[in-house]
């Protein structure tokens, strides 16, 4: 008997399109409150990894645990009622709504659920991430930085107990880049979330988690401290090849 | 809407519900003129709720707005209602509430049940195609209904009934003034928030805990209750219901344009859009009855080409900016 604390957790989990083996037999669990850089080359199956999770894609074999119960092919919008949020590689904003608007739709929407208290769960999600004076902006108007803010604001008024992040740093300068740092800093520290967090800026993943998974053709291919993973043989012949002798 | 907007509205729509006191006003033609703007208002928001705020093109208006004419027709000349309470009081069906309503609820029903496969399969393109081969489904259902639908003559109701259009003008700037007062209070509901969300962007939709198939099928209904609604009202008009008339194309494409024009995804732009393209169209068919398809289709080129976002937006906009 084990009194289960992992939160969320993948049991061999494969994906195929066609003939194409994008993720194979794939384990990762993630325990409360982990902050979980999820590294790897172009096309290692990352951002298909938080499809499955996230019920965009049935994995072809295999379970997505969430809290100890199964929650494999179950509607994209229950996991997040469930307590898992995302964030799109490509940003997925409402575009036509205003900043806090498009927060209302996490807040009423989502795990937390409640109109009675969405505007006041809406407000403290946009004072997290720093976008209070942009509230009333609409979003078509707003920068890509912003615009990749406001997509934590509502997965965090969504009341998530996991975050899963696809690339919130791409298109950012390196002040943007300091700042979504501290935001995601911020969110692990004062909501207590765990997070999921696929980036390509590896210094970046390497500064701030605590563990880091590495996958390299739908393998998981590492799974530990940075330290750990940057001396991995395996990592580095997959970003800089095999040694030639 | 701003306050002054507000103010506008309620003299407006309380002159207009006075109009019918005037005396001459009955039978005058701006009369009838007036009660078609505002059959076209109704049914251009109808399609607005389900295309501009939903983002769901349908072209199936016309087939919600038939079934809810036959509806009223069928129940009416068949008496499935009212009974022997029909013998006593031969007007019973005549504006009857519970018809009008059943109008209305069986279009929403159809909805409901060619919109689940056809909005949890098909969108953008394919969605709007699928729903113009829905209303050519129903037509030829009804063209072959036998007598219970009257096949290709259609039905005849008791047109004895009708004295004055009052009602019909009072009936149809109800309907009108409660449609736009329904959606208002909609979209600033969380459904309304539900709606937008889904029209701006499915995927993240249900990444927020969004049921968008439930969202959009609520919307598809709603369009097609407020349409059912609408075709009931205008079997009191025409009496004699048939499938080329009440199935008829113009029944979807005239609101589509009107709120195109009025501008989509606004509260007063299908109301606008009826109001200046039914103006439009009324003129060319008096003044050069002729060509008037070829003013009409002008007016429409005209309006994309020089206002894009509608009559509301850009008249917005520039009052923002000016």
Redesign the interface.
């Known amino acids: 008997m084990q009194p289960d604390e992992t939160l969320l957790r993948l049991e061999a989990v494969q994906k195929r399109f066609g003939g194409l083996v994008v993720l194979n037999n794939v384990d990762i669990a993630v325990g409360p409150n982990e902050l979980i850089g999820l590294i790897g080359p172009n096309g290692a199956g990352k951002s298909t990894l938080f499809n499955v999770i996230t019920a965009i894609y049935a994995p072809t074999q295999g379970r997505v645990l969430f809290r100890g119960k199964d929650i494999t092919g179950v509607a994209p919008h229950r996991i997040s009622r469930l307590g898992i949020a995302r964030t799109f590689q490509l940003v997925r904003t409402f575009l036509t709504m205003t900043a806090f608007e498009n927060v209302m739709v996490g807040a009423v929407y989502g795990a937390g659920g409640r109109v009675k208290y969405a505007t006041e769960t809406a407000n403290a999600a946009l004072e997290l991430v720093g976008l209070t004076a942009q509230g009333d902006m609409r979003t078509a108007h707003m920068t890509l930085s912003d615009r990749r803010m406001l997509e934590i604001a509502r997965a965090v008024a969504s009341d998530p107990a996991l975050l899963l992040l696809d690339e919130p740093m791409a298109g950012l300068n390196p002040t943007e880049i300091q700042r979504m740092v501290d935001v995601i800093r911020r969110v692990r520290t004062e909501r207590g979330l765990s997070i999921l967090w696929v980036e390509h800026k590896v210094d970046a993943i390497m500064k701030v988690c605590s563990r880091v998974i590495v996958l390299d053709h739908g393998e998981k291919i590492a799974d530990g401290t940075p330290r750990e993973v940057t001396q991995n043989r395996k990592v580095i012949e997959a970003y800089l090849g095999e040694p030639a002798a | 809407m701003s306050r002054t907007l507000q103010c506008i509205a309620i003299v407006v729509v309380a002159a207009l519900a006075l109009l019918p006191f005037v005396p001459g006003a009955v039978d005058a033609y701006y009369f009838s003129f007036l009660f078609f703007i505002f059959l076209y208002a109704i049914m251009a928001q109808s399609w607005n709720l389900v295309a501009g705020y939903g983002g769901q093109i349908s072209l199936g208006s016309h087939a919600f707005f038939g079934l809810g004419a036959y509806t009223t027709a069928i129940l009416w000349t068949g008496n499935y209602l009212w009974g022997s309470l029909y013998d006593k009081h031969p007007s019973i069906y005549y504006f009857d509430p519970v018809t009008m309503l059943l109008g209305g609820i069986v279009a929403s029903l159809a909805a409901v049940i060619v919109g689940l496969p056809l909005l949890s399969k098909l969108h953008g393109d394919y969605f709007a195609l699928g729903t113009l081969g829905f209303g050519e489904i129903v037509k030829v259902l009804f063209v072959n209904g036998g007598d219970f639908t009257g096949s290709a003559f259609g039905i005849v109701a008791p047109a004895g009934m009708f004295d004055t259009l009052r009602p019909h003008y009072w009936v149809a700037l109800g309907l009108m003034v409660a449609t736009a007062l329904a959606i208002r209070a909609l979209m600033r509901s969380?459904y309304g928030?539900?709606l937008?969300?889904v029209?701006?962007?499915e995927?993240?939709?249900?990444?927020?805990?969004?049921?968008?198939l439930k969202v959009k099928v609520a919307a598809f209904a709603g369009s097609a209750f407020i349409a059912g609604v609408a075709g009931s009202l205008y079997t009191y008009y025409i009496f004699h219901v048939g499938p080329d008339s009440v199935f008829d194309l113009d029944w979807m494409l005239l609101p589509l344009m009107m709120t195109v024009v009025g501008g989509t995804?606004t509260l007063l732009g299908p109301i606008l859009g009826a109001l200046v393209m039914y103006a439009v169209f009324d003129l060319a068919r008096i003044v050069v009855p002729d060509y008037h398809p070829v003013i009409s289709g002008l007016t429409i080129i005209l309006a994309m080409l020089f206002l894009p976002k509608g009559l509301m937006r850009s008249f917005a906009g520039r009052a923002r900016t000016g």
Not at chain 2, 203 to 212: H, L, P, R, V
Request: glycine share 10%; no cysteine; hydrophobic share 45%.
């Open positions: 969380r928030l539900a937008i969300a029209r701006d962007d995927m993240a939709a249900s990444a927020n805990g969004i049921d968008t995804g």
